[in-house]
């Protein structure tokens, strides 16, 4: 059995909240309407779903919302068992959308329109949706790249007006509200890609066991300081095209804050205005965006400084650096602030997590400053080891790096279309995640690298850890891996430029590093959650370079 379903047993535990949750997402926002209608919804800006319905919602508006787009849906074609593809801007309504078609019994599918037109094109042929729900900006982009997104798919909706070869909403309404359809706890709910920063993304299923009952269950519990209290203000400012965003909506809202915040712009100049009229207490973001926002933490105890409130952040998708954990830590006046840092993959949800202090911080003055130690897996939750890759079955003694293999109750049903690329990534109970790292004689985990971007002998993360901390002007520093030459540092500054015995300085007890690239912040390809793409930075600036790494387990 595993950990997650011992938990299950223990006192009702996680089975018993499960019960109470609305364990479905098609009924999820009729649920909320009924059981958290004091909650306000904040948005920073508009819906694209719903443009006219401002920026202030209630959850019973949100209801009426979701279940006329299920109508629409359904004249477009959406049935049970059918899959509906959603490409669009940044905006929380991905979830609304996707609780529109759940509850028609069909497939959501979260894709975002940061994907390259030819991996879009890709991703959608594996699902061949029967409706595709888009905007126009997304369908000329494609079309310039000689791609016509409505030749995948069985009717195409563009929800910002009309488009060739596309259906409007306003052009589908005026049918019956359908009714809800159920599905079985191991169905098929929901699919959304991994980052691809090697690639084409991996599309990965998920069911509701895995989805509802296993994470949003699991972060829906009275927690002590994780857990969201009504008296919170939760601001969210991530990919809303991600499984965490599905997951994070059942269970904040089932917390019941007294204000839901969310952000779909990162640009700090239209985040500060909502930020600052609702000053979160609770505040999840992209790494990325927080780095874009560290000048907003640098204001210090200034009144506009819109994280004076914050009493818990909450890091996730890729690695924090410290100055930046800092940088936030301080801005907040609260007495003792936290930084909550989570490590987890699309397939498994979160693995592990660590709690950050500016206490924490402090004590690694004078050392190589990183936040690779990612603590300890969820207890009765996560099982974690080290081993072999070629061997998986055989795992390396405590200390020594090998690759990290997670047992959860919430992996995922499988990679949609790749079904010989899922079964190279597990082995019996455990999931190959492809990251090399540490199990520490105590039981920590210390994450160092994705095999495919590692330097024996070294953490690259740690390595740009530790160039931001001494580099305060860095505002994103990546080591790529070169096989025939030094590891490549490719740095992002304030100025353009760098000064090249700061830089010296800088490195003094390094491994030796190539002299750095610099480039501007434009410039570095990302993943819609913010990570570098490292394998298309690579091209652009080691064009016939190779990695070290294999990439067999990405």
């Not at 879009?120 to 126009?136: E, F």
């Not at 596309?166 to 005026?174: I, N, Q, S, V, Y």
């Not at 914050?310 to 410290?322: G, N």
């Not at 690779?372 to 072999?388: C, M, T, Y």
Request: overall charge neutral.
């Amino acid at each position: 059995m595993t950990g997650a379903g011992r938990a299950d047993r223990r006192g009702g535990g996680l089975a018993s909240l499960a019960r109470r949750l609305p364990l479905d997402l098609g009924p999820l926002f009729d649920t909320l309407a009924e059981q958290r209608p004091s909650v306000d919804v904040r948005l920073g800006r508009p819906l694209d779903l719903a443009p006219e319905g401002g920026t202030s919602w209630d959850t019973a508006g949100l209801a009426e919302l979701v279940r006329e787009t299920a109508a629409w849906l359904a004249a477009a074609g959406a049935r049970p068992g059918s899959s509906v593809a959603i490409v669009k801007r940044n905006h929380w309504d991905y979830v609304l959308l996707a609780c529109a078609a759940a509850r028609l019994g069909a497939v959501p599918a979260l894709l975002s329109d940061r994907l390259a037109p030819d991996g879009l094109v890709a991703l959608l042929n594996r699902l061949r949706p029967d409706v595709l729900v888009t905007q126009r900006d997304v369908l000329a982009g494609a079309r310039a790249a000689g791609h016509e997104l409505g030749g995948h798919a069985g009717r195409t909706v563009c929800l910002d007006g009309p488009a060739e070869g596309a259906l409007t909403p306003d052009e589908l309404r005026g049918g019956a509200e359908p009714p809800v359809h159920s599905r079985g706890d191991d169905e098929p709910l929901a699919v959304i890609h991994t980052s691809g920063t090697t690639g084409v993304p991996k599309l990965v299923v998920h069911s509701t066991r895995t989805l509802i009952r296993r994470l949003s269950a699991f972060e829906a519990r009275p927690w002590p300081v994780l857990s969201v209290r009504g008296d919170d203000t939760v601001a969210s400012a991530i990919s809303f095209a991600h499984g965490r965003a599905l997951t994070w909506t059942v269970s904040a809202l089932w917390r019941a804050p007294r204000t839901l915040a969310l952000l779909p712009d990162s640009d700090p100049s239209t985040a500060a205005a909502l930020l600052r009229s609702h000053p979160p207490t609770v505040l999840e973001a992209m790494p990325s965006t927080y780095v874009r926002w560290q000048h907003l933490a640098d204001e210090g105890g200034a009144a506009g400084n819109p994280f004076r409130d914050v009493r818990l952040f909450i890091s996730t998708f890729d690695a924090m650096h410290p100055p930046t954990v800092r940088a936030f830590l301080n801005a907040s006046q609260r007495r003792r602030p936290l930084w909550m840092q989570g490590w987890g993959q699309s397939e498994t949800g979160p693995l592990s997590f660590r709690f950050l202090t500016r206490k924490t911080l402090s004590a690694s003055a004078g050392r190589h400053p990183t936040t690779r130690d990612l603590g300890r897996p969820v207890p009765g939750w996560v099982r974690v080891k080290v081993a072999d890759p070629e061997q998986p079955g055989r795992a390396v003694r405590r200390g020594e790096t090998g690759m990290l293999y997670a047992r959860t109750g919430a992996l995922c049903l499988g990679y949609l279309g790749e079904p010989e690329r899922w079964a190279q990534k597990v082995h019996g109970q455990w999931f190959n995640t492809g990251d090399l790292g540490v199990h520490t004689r105590d039981g920590r985990v210390l994450v160092l690298d994705r095999e495919v971007d590692m330097v024996p002998g070294l953490s690259c993360v740690e390595i740009e850890d530790v160039l931001h901390e001494r580099l305060p002007d860095v505002e994103e520093a990546v080591l790529l891996s070169v096989a025939d030459g030094r590891p490549q540092p490719v740095l992002v500054t304030a100025a353009g430029d760098l000064d090249p015995q700061r830089w010296q300085d800088a490195v003094r007890d390094l491994p030796p590093l190539a002299d750095p690239l610099l480039v501007a912040w434009d410039a570095v390809p990302r993943t819609a959650t913010g990570k570098v793409r490292r394998h298309e930075l690579r091209e652009q600036v080691l064009a016939g370079s190779s990695p070290i790494g294999t990439g067999r387990w990405t």
